[in-house]
């Protein structure tokens, strides 16, 4: 079964500064999709960033890009430049390739509590 | 855009309380899920649905049952409700195919209710 593991509970940046967030998967597939999805005092789950395992270039979108180690099953998110609405819990996500059935499910990490620091 | 609504933001109810928590989605997407949310757990499938009347057990069904009588709604039902299924519901849905209603989106992308936080008393 797939694992998705976050190792770092909570962390904190000052603003426009860098932070990364780490993230660990583990499986034996060779085709899947990996997530960074934002989760904001509000509640609502926003997706930040999506990674195809088949793709070599790491994804970016604005101010967030990811380090997608394939070998070694490692999908760090980078945010740049920093800011207040930053804030929030970050949760990794792991979902099989496939159409239908079980492969449409997301295996989360326990989430990254960032704090952004005026 | 993609709106997922939970029908309640909070909800407290007493213990042994049949329990129906709502969830519609506007897209017209196959696939329909229920989370639970507890600090250091992270989320957790209770139950998934890929199309009308058709259910698949998550991680962890116990307790829940859950009925798809419509494409657009997922119910989440708490037969008897307990203390130890105090915590916050987040429903999803995405679709397979890659587009939806006439966008064009990127399928396997769950898009999330603002969840309900219960409360079993």
């Known amino acids: 079964a797939q694992t998705v593991t976050q190792s770092q509970p909570e962390m904190s940046v000052q603003e426009a500064e860098t932070v990364t967030l780490s993230c660990t998967y583990d499986?034996?597939?060779?085709?899947?999709?990996l997530f960074w999805y934002k989760q904001p005092p509000s509640r609502q789950m926003i997706l930040v960033i999506r990674?195809?395992?088949?793709?070599?270039q790491n994804a970016t979108e604005n101010r967030f890009s990811v380090n997608f180690q394939k070998a070694a099953k490692s999908f760090s998110l980078k945010i740049s430049d920093s800011q207040l609405g930053d804030a929030a819990m970050y949760f990794c996500?792991?979902?099989?390739?496939?159409?239908?059935?079980?492969?449409?499910?997301?295996?989360f990490g326990t989430g990254t509590l960032l704090a952004v620091q005026p | 855009d993609v709106k997922v609504t939970q029908s309640s933001r909070y909800l407290v109810k007493r213990t042994g309380e049949k329990v129906f928590l709502e969830c519609v989605q506007d897209?017209?997407?196959?696939?329909m899920f229920w989370y639970r949310q507890d600090p250091g757990l992270g989320l957790r499938l209770i139950y998934f649905?890929?199309?009308?009347?058709?259910?698949e057990k998550g991680d962890i069904p116990e307790g829940y049952s859950v009925s798809r009588e419509k494409k657009e709604r997922f119910s989440l039902i708490l037969e008897s409700a307990s203390t130890n299924q105090t915590s916050m519901y987040l429903c999803?849905?995405?679709?397979?195919?890659?587009?939806?209603?006439?966008?064009?989106?990127?399928?396997?992308?769950?898009?999330f209710g603002a969840g309900t936080r219960l409360s079993v008393l």
């Open positions: 996500a792991y979902r099989s390739e496939g159409y239908g059935g079980a492969t449409n499910k997301l295996i």
């Open positions: 649905s890929y199309d009308v009347k058709m259910k």
């Open positions: 999803a849905s995405s679709s397979s195919l890659g587009t939806s209603g006439g966008l064009s989106l990127a399928k396997n992308i769950q898009y």
């Open positions: 990674q195809e395992a088949y793709k070599q």
């Open positions: 499986t034996s597939e060779s085709d899947y999709y």
């Open positions: 897209m017209d997407h196959e696939n």
